[in-house]
C-alpha cells in the first residue's frame, strides 16, 4: 500500500479517534457526599447537642481536602437560596453561627474515603426567643488538589428551634415595582418582602389586584408559593405576571404578601398606560399528519401557521408559546418587536415549507420607526438569527413568510423589507419557496445526525480502498 493512501485512511481514522477521545476526557468533577445534610432542632436553653455528620468521596476521585466552615445564614433576593455569610457580615441577633463548632476545620479524603464526625451545637442560658440560624459549609479547601477546586460544594442549613418560646412570623413589604409595559409581555410586578419575626416560615404567596382610577378591579395576579425558607432579617422578592388588557390610563396596583392565607403586609404603587396594553397570547397547539394539510392559529389569530400534506412523515404535535425571556442578541441594525414566541414539537426539517402569518403590534412599527416595510420575521436557530423575505399587509397588519424548520421567532425592524440585509454572516438564508427537507425528500434529518453519517462514509470508503 503507498504512502499516499495511508495518509488517506489514517487521516479521518485519527479525526474520528480524537473526537472520541475528548469525549472521553469530559470527566465530572468531584461530588462529596455529605451524611446529615440538613440540621433542624427544637433546643433547650443552656443544653449542648451533638449531631453525627459525614463526609465522603468515591473511589474513582482524586484524593482532596475539604473546608468545613460555620458561617452566617444569607439568602439571595431572588428565589430565596442560601447564601454562607462571613462572620463579618453575619450580624443577625437570630444567628446560631456562634453556638457551633466542629473538630476540624479541613479535613482529608483519600479516594473513597469516609470521615466522620460530630457539629456540637451549645445553646446559651440567655438564648432568647423564637429561632437560630447557620450554615455549615463543606467546599474544596484552597489548599487542596487540583480535583478539589472544581468539585462540589454542599451547604448545610441549620434551624435551631427554641422550646417554649414564642414564635412571631411577621413581615414587611420593602418596595413594589412594576416592570416596564410591552405589549405581548407580562407585567411583572415585583414585591420585596423582608422577615420582620423571629422565626423562619415558607410557602409566600405575593397577591396583586390592579384597579383603575374609578377603582374597579381590572384584574389580579399571583405568585408560585416560596419553597425556600425565609429566615428572620432575610428579604425575598417575589415576582408576579400580570397578564390582562388595558386601556390607556392610570391604574393602582396594590400588593399583598400571604403566608398561609394571612397577609403579613400589603403595599401600593401606581402606573400609567401610554398605549394601549395587549397581553401575551394563550398557548396552542396541533396535531399534523403527513396525509392532511393542517393550520395552528393562537386565539385571536395573532399567530397562524398552515402546514399543507407531506410536511411531516409521521404525526406530530406541534405547539406555539409566548417568548417572555430575553431574546438572543440580534444582527447589527436589527432591533426587537415586541412580538416573540416559540414553536416546538418538529425536529428538523419540513418536508414541504410551512407558511406563518403575524400580526404586528404597534410597539413592533414603533421599533421600526413606524416604517411598516423595515419589519421582518426572524428565526433563531443554530446560534445564529435569520431574517426571512417578509411579505407585510398594512391593511391587515401582517407578517408572512415561509420556512421549513421552528424554534424562537420575533417580529424585527431590519434595515430592509429583504431581511437579506441584515442577517449575520454565514447563516443560512430561507428562500421561502420550493422543497425543503434533506435533498428535497422530506426527512426531516438533523443535519448533526446527516453529517455524522458524511463522516463515517468518509472512514469507510477510506478503509475500502486500502
Given at each position: 500500500m503507498s504512502?499516499?493512501n495511508l495518509?488517506?485512511?489514517?487521516?479521518?481514522?485519527?479525526?474520528?479517534?480524537f473526537?472520541?477521545?475528548?469525549?472521553?476526557?469530559i470527566?465530572?468533577a468531584?461530588?462529596?457526599?455529605?451524611?446529615?445534610?440538613?440540621?433542624?432542632?427544637?433546643?433547650?436553653?443552656?443544653?449542648?447537642?451533638?449531631?453525627?455528620?459525614?463526609?465522603s468521596?468515591?473511589?474513582?476521585?482524586?484524593?482532596a481536602?475539604y473546608?468545613?466552615?460555620?458561617?452566617?445564614?444569607?439568602?439571595?433576593?431572588?428565589?430565596?437560596?442560601?447564601?454562607?455569610?462571613?462572620?463579618?457580615?453575619?450580624?443577625?441577633p437570630?444567628?446560631?453561627?456562634?453556638?457551633?463548632?466542629?473538630?476540624?476545620?479541613?479535613?482529608?479524603l483519600?479516594?473513597g474515603?469516609?470521615t466522620?464526625?460530630?457539629?456540637?451545637?451549645?445553646?446559651?442560658l440567655?438564648?432568647?426567643?423564637?429561632?437560630?440560624?447557620?450554615?455549615i459549609?463543606?467546599?474544596?479547601?484552597?489548599t487542596?488538589?487540583?480535583?478539589?477546586?472544581i468539585?462540589?460544594?454542599?451547604?448545610?442549613?441549620?434551624?435551631?428551634?427554641?422550646?417554649?418560646?414564642?414564635?412571631t412570623?411577621?413581615?414587611?413589604?420593602?418596595?413594589?415595582?412594576?416592570?416596564?409595559?410591552v405589549?405581548?409581555?407580562?407585567?411583572?410586578?415585583?414585591?420585596?418582602?423582608?422577615?420582620?419575626?423571629?422565626?423562619?416560615?415558607r410557602?409566600l404567596?405575593?397577591?396583586v389586584?390592579?384597579?383603575?382610577a374609578?377603582?374597579n378591579?381590572v384584574g389580579?395576579a399571583?405568585?408560585?408559593?416560596?419553597?425556600?425558607?425565609?429566615?428572620?432579617?432575610?428579604?425575598v422578592?417575589?415576582?408576579?405576571?400580570?397578564s390582562?388588557?388595558?386601556?390607556?390610563?392610570?391604574y393602582?396596583?396594590?400588593?399583598?404578601?400571604l403566608?398561609?392565607?394571612?397577609?403579613?403586609?400589603?403595599?401600593?404603587t401606581?402606573i400609567?398606560?401610554?398605549?394601549?396594553?395587549?397581553?401575551p397570547?394563550?398557548?396552542?397547539?396541533?396535531?399534523?399528519?403527513?396525509?392532511s394539510?393542517?393550520?395552528?392559529s393562537?386565539?385571536?389569530g395573532?399567530i397562524?401557521?398552515?402546514?399543507?400534506?407531506?410536511?411531516?412523515?409521521?404525526?406530530t404535535?406541534?405547539?406555539?408559546?409566548?417568548?417572555?425571556g430575553t431574546?438572543p442578541?440580534?444582527?447589527?441594525?436589527?432591533?426587537?418587536?415586541?412580538?416573540?414566541?416559540?414553536?416546538?414539537?418538529?425536529?428538523?426539517?419540513?418536508?414541504?415549507?410551512?407558511?406563518i402569518?403575524?400580526?404586528y403590534?404597534?410597539?413592533?412599527?414603533?421599533?421600526?420607526?413606524?416604517?411598516?416595510?423595515?419589519l421582518?420575521l426572524?428565526?433563531?436557530?443554530s446560534?445564529?438569527?435569520?431574517?426571512?423575505?417578509?411579505?407585510?399587509?398594512t391593511?391587515?397588519?401582517?407578517?408572512?413568510?415561509?420556512?421549513?424548520?421552528?424554534?424562537?421567532?420575533?417580529?424585527?425592524?431590519?434595515q430592509?423589507?429583504?431581511?437579506?440585509?441584515?442577517?449575520?454572516?454565514?447563516?443560512?438564508?430561507?428562500?421561502?419557496?420550493?422543497k425543503?427537507?434533506?435533498?428535497?425528500?422530506?426527512?426531516?434529518?438533523?443535519?448533526l445526525?446527516?453529517?455524522?453519517?458524511?463522516?463515517?462514509?468518509?472512514?469507510?470508503?477510506?478503509?475500502?480502498?486500502?
Amino acid at each position: 500500500m503507498s504512502s499516499g493512501n495511508l495518509t488517506k485512511i489514517r487521516f479521518p481514522i485519527l479525526v474520528f479517534v480524537f473526537f472520541c477521545v475528548a469525549a472521553c476526557a469530559i470527566q465530572p468533577a468531584a461530588a462529596i457526599k455529605v451524611e446529615g445534610s440538613r440540621i433542624v432542632l427544637d433546643v433547650v436553653p443552656g443544653t449542648t447537642y451533638t449531631f453525627p455528620m459525614a463526609i465522603s468521596i468515591a473511589p474513582t476521585d482524586a484524593a482532596a481536602d475539604y473546608a468545613v466552615d460555620v458561617l452566617g445564614f444569607g439568602q439571595s433576593l431572588v428565589g430565596g437560596s442560601y447564601t454562607p455569610l462571613s462572620a463579618a457580615a453575619d450580624t443577625s441577633p437570630y444567628s446560631a453561627r456562634p453556638f457551633i463548632t466542629v473538630p476540624s476545620p479541613v479535613i482529608d479524603l483519600a479516594p473513597g474515603q469516609r470521615t466522620a464526625f460530630n457539629a456540637t451545637i451549645s445553646v446559651p442560658l440567655n438564648v432568647g426567643e423564637g429561632g437560630r440560624y447557620a450554615l455549615i459549609y463543606i467546599h474544596p479547601s484552597m489548599t487542596g488538589s487540583g480535583q478539589a477546586s472544581i468539585a462540589t460544594a454542599i451547604i448545610v442549613p441549620v434551624a435551631l428551634t427554641i422550646q417554649n418560646s414564642k414564635l412571631t412570623e411577621t413581615g414587611s413589604i420593602t418596595n413594589v415595582s412594576v416592570g416596564t409595559i410591552v405589549a405581548g409581555q407580562p407585567i411583572k410586578v415585583s414585591t420585596t418582602l423582608e422577615n420582620t419575626g423571629n422565626y423562619y416560615y415558607r410557602g409566600l404567596v405575593n397577591q396583586v389586584t390592579m384597579t383603575d382610577a374609578s377603582g374597579n378591579v381590572v384584574g389580579t395576579a399571583a405568585s408560585a408559593p416560596t419553597t425556600q425558607s425565609l429566615i428572620p432579617g432575610n428579604s425575598v422578592r417575589l415576582d408576579a405576571p400580570f397578564s390582562t388588557p388595558l386601556e390607556v390610563g392610570t391604574y393602582t396596583v396594590k400588593s399583598e404578601m400571604l403566608l398561609n392565607s394571612t397577609v403579613l403586609d400589603s403595599n401600593s404603587t401606581s402606573i400609567t398606560v401610554n398605549e394601549a396594553y395587549i397581553p401575551p397570547f394563550q398557548t396552542a397547539n396541533v396535531t399534523i399528519s403527513p396525509n392532511s394539510p393542517a393550520t395552528l392559529s393562537v386565539p385571536g389569530g395573532i399567530i397562524s401557521i398552515s402546514f399543507p400534506q407531506g410536511s411531516v412523515l409521521a404525526a406530530t404535535t406541534v405547539t406555539v408559546s409566548p417568548y417572555t425571556g430575553t431574546l438572543p442578541a440580534l444582527p447589527a441594525g436589527a432591533t426587537a418587536g415586541s412580538t416573540g414566541f416559540s414553536v416546538d414539537g418538529l425536529n428538523g426539517l419540513l418536508a414541504n415549507d410551512a407558511t406563518i402569518t403575524v400580526k404586528y403590534s404597534q410597539a413592533d412599527l414603533t421599533a421600526a420607526g413606524n416604517d411598516a416595510s423595515k419589519l421582518v420575521l426572524g428565526r433563531y436557530d443554530s446560534n445564529a438569527w435569520t431574517l426571512l423575505p417578509t411579505t407585510v399587509d398594512t391593511n391587515a397588519m401582517t407578517l408572512t413568510a415561509s420556512t421549513n424548520r421552528f424554534s424562537t421567532w420575533a417580529v424585527i425592524a431590519a434595515q430592509s423589507s429583504s431581511g437579506a440585509e441584515a442577517a449575520p454572516a454565514g447563516s443560512a438564508r430561507s428562500s421561502g419557496t420550493g422543497k425543503s427537507g434533506f435533498m428535497g425528500l422530506g426527512l426531516g434529518l438533523d443535519p448533526l445526525l446527516i453529517i455524522g453519517a458524511i463522516g463515517f462514509v468518509i472512514i469507510a470508503t477510506g478503509i475500502k480502498r486500502k
